[in-house]
């Protein structure tokens, strides 16, 4: 019996589980979100009328149940799985009474959107070794070094309490994995070291104290120093520390400026201290939809590929380096947890580190414009 003759399960092939709702959301607005961005995105059948037919919120369990016109347009917005709505992302599934044609992962991919739902297959990777207090974001901030993310889960006690210590992710580009897998097994954050590999591999937690000299030689967005020059390791590279919005306004950015100035100070002599700034954006230009918003997603690739969020402290001795890594990894700065590691001049990374110290006025940089 197909789903065409049963209404049950016509009516569950057209609804989705949303987990982990914040207690800001509602039946109302999240309607309103999946409608918007359905349109917005040309996601779905397309059909008359709003996509959205109900919702039902359970407050108590943090989910939700969204009801939509067509199984076609429930199987569409799948793609949505992990979209950032109201501080946090939405963890979409087909519901437990399912009976349709399974599909755990969506064929459209939704630019920006990382699925929390990390599916079976040669490309899904592991990473152990992770400190506890990374939160998603965090950890997704080191892994974007190499390419944009498609699917990330870490794994928490309890589906979410705090975390395990480790995490499986998969890159839209299949082709950055093994580049990251080279570039991050090894890598120290704070007191611990990551294990990186593929998830078909069988990898277990753990994080065994591998030195750096194990592994090759190759371009890494970001690879610490290593224990053979650590001598040569005077480069502190901060993540996670500022976000681009806290950079735009020319006061804000002098106050952070001196502020980390100020901090790092206190490890050694502070030889150059560079924090990229992003790329000034016309907001008038912004709408979903037009050409103006694809030019802000541009603005946004290039700032990361300028190093925007990244701040990059250079002492003029390695020790001192190694103080700060020690003092700032995993201290809160604004709110946020710090990923510290350190390099040297030689270090490969994204962008180059020539090109962060390139010579440049004592004040600071006014906001390129696009």
């Keep these: ?32 979100f999946f409608n918007s961005k359905m349109i917005e995105m040309s996601i779905g059948t397309g059909g008359p009328g709003k996509p959205v037919l109900a ?5 108590e369990k943090n989910y939700a149940f969204v009801e939509f ?61 992770l400190p506890t207090y990374l939160n998603e974001e965090q950890v997704q901030e080191l892994l974007r070094s190499f390419g944009e993310l498609k699917a990330f889960n870490l ?20 082709s950055v994995t093994d580049v990251a897998i ?3 097994n090894g ?19 753990g994080m065994p104290n591998l030195p750096y000299d194990q592994f090759p030689e190759i371009p890494r967005p970001i690879m610490p120093a290593g224990e053979n020059s650590t001598a040569d390791a005077r480069i502190l590279l901060m993540l996670n520390m500022v976000v681009p919005e806290d950079l735009m306004d020319d006061q804000e950015y002098g106050d952070i400026y001196e502020d980390v100035k100020d901090e790092c100070s206190k490890y050694g002599v502070v030889e150059d201290l560079r924090i990229p700034r992003p790329v000034k954006k016309d907001k008038t230009k912004q ?12 603005a946004q690739r290039a700032d990361e590929a300028a190093g925007v969020g990244r701040v990059y402290v250079k002492f003029t001795r390695a020790d001192e380096a190694q103080a700060g890594l020690k003092a700032l990894a995993g201290r809160s700065f604004a709110g ?14 994204t962008p180059p580190l020539n090109l962060i110290f390139a010579p440049q006025p004592a004040a600071p940089p006014p906001l390129p414009l696009s």
Excluded: W
């Design 69 to 129: 016109r067509s199984a076609e347009d429930a199987t569409a917005a799948m793609a949505f799985d992990g979209i950032i709505f109201i501080n946090g992302p939405l963890k979409i599934r087909r519901p437990k009474d399912y009976g349709g044609p399974e599909q755990n992962s969506p064929s459209i991919h939704v630019p920006g959107v990382v699925s929390t739902n990390v599916p079976d297959s040669i490309n899904k990777v592991f990473v152990g070794g």
């Design 336 to 349: 946020r947890s710090i990923i510290a590691t350190v390099l040297n001049e030689d270090s490969q990374t």
């Design 1 to 32: 019996m197909g789903i065409g003759s049963n209404p049950n399960l016509s009516r569950q092939s057209r609804r989705l589980y949303i987990g982990s709702i914040t207690p800001e959301v509602n039946e109302q607005n999240l309607a309103e």
């Design 182 to 184: 080279q570039s991050l």
């Design 287 to 298: 709408t979903p939809g037009d050409l103006g918003f694809q030019s802000a997603l541009d």
């Design 155 to 174: 794994v928490r006690e309890n589906g979410n309490g705090v975390s395990k210590g480790f995490a499986f992710f998969e890159y839209v580009d299949a």
């Design 187 to 205: 890598m120290e954050l704070g007191d611990r070291y990551l294990v990186v590999q593929r998830a078909s591999v069988g990898a277990k937690p």
């Design 55 to 59: 919702v039902q919120c359970n407050y």
